[in-house]
């Protein structure tokens, strides 16, 4: 059976830490937003253009252009027999357009638990070490906010779909955690 999985969770909760394992250990493609948003922002491309100062700002970069990136690359060979979905959808506008293109989008909601004084401490970190330009005290105040009012939602929407994991302890505990659940969903 197809597997279906979307990864979610607050900004600095571990989501593109363990999509990338998680993909890997069950061979399907690991579809980052965040991943494509910034590549198009590096390549100097016309979505990377307008979007570059949005994400600077925490801010959601518009349903309509991720939607657009997603269809595309959900349209790709390698996702036919399922996908990881790391930082999409984020709003309810996202998910139903999801739900519109593709039929049982999502299997099963990974919602990763961390409080907001580790995720802040996380992403400040990662300031120090790779200079990521969201990655300011600020910046990571306003992606929290947007999560609640934005994303959170989402939780409702996938309903029983959700299976929330603690997303504290080390990389390798959460991924643990994270695989006994999807084994027993
Ligand atoms: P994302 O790239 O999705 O970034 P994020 O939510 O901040 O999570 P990220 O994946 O980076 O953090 P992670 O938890 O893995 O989005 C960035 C921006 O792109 C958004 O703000 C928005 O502007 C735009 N965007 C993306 N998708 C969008 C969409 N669908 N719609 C609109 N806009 C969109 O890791 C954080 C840190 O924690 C890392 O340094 C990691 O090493 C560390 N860490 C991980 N696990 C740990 C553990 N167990 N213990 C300690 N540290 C850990």
Redesign the pocket.
């Known amino acids: 059976m197809a597997r279906r999985i979307l990864l979610l969770g607050p900004?600095?909760?571990?989501?593109?830490?363990q999509a990338a394992l998680i993909a890997n250990a069950l061979h399907v493609p690991h579809i980052?937003?965040?991943?494509m948003?910034r590549a198009a922002v590096v390549a100097g491309t016309d979505l990377g253009t307008q979007v570059e100062s949005?994400?600077a700002a925490?801010?959601?970069?518009s349903d309509r252009l991720?939607v657009a990136i997603v269809d595309e690359r959900l349209a790709e060979e390698d996702a036919r027999c399922g996908y990881l979905l790391?930082?999409?959808?984020?709003?309810l506008g996202?998910a139903e357009a999801l739900n519109d293109s593709v039929v049982d989008a999502i299997g099963t909601v990974v919602l990763l638990d961390v409080d907001t004084e580790e995720v802040v401490k996380?992403?400040l970190?990662?300031a120090e070490e790779e200079g990521r330009a969201?990655d300011n005290e600020e910046t990571i105040r306003r992606?929290l906010e947007v999560y609640e009012a934005d994303t959170a939602p989402l939780v409702a929407f996938y309903g029983a779909a959700v299976v929330a994991v603690d997303?504290t302890?080390?990389?390798d505990e959460?991924l643990s955690r994270i695989m006994i659940t999807l084994a027993k969903s």
Not at 32 to 35: A, K
Not at 58 to 61: Q, S
Not at 86 to 91: K, L, M, V, Y
Request: glycine share 22%; proline share 5%; net charge positive.
């Open positions: 900004p600095g909760a571990g989501k593109g830490t980052s937003t965040g991943d948003l949005i994400m925490g801010e959601l970069v991720v790391d930082g999409f959808p984020r709003t996202q996380r992403l970190k990662r969201d992606r997303g302890g080390t990389v959460v």
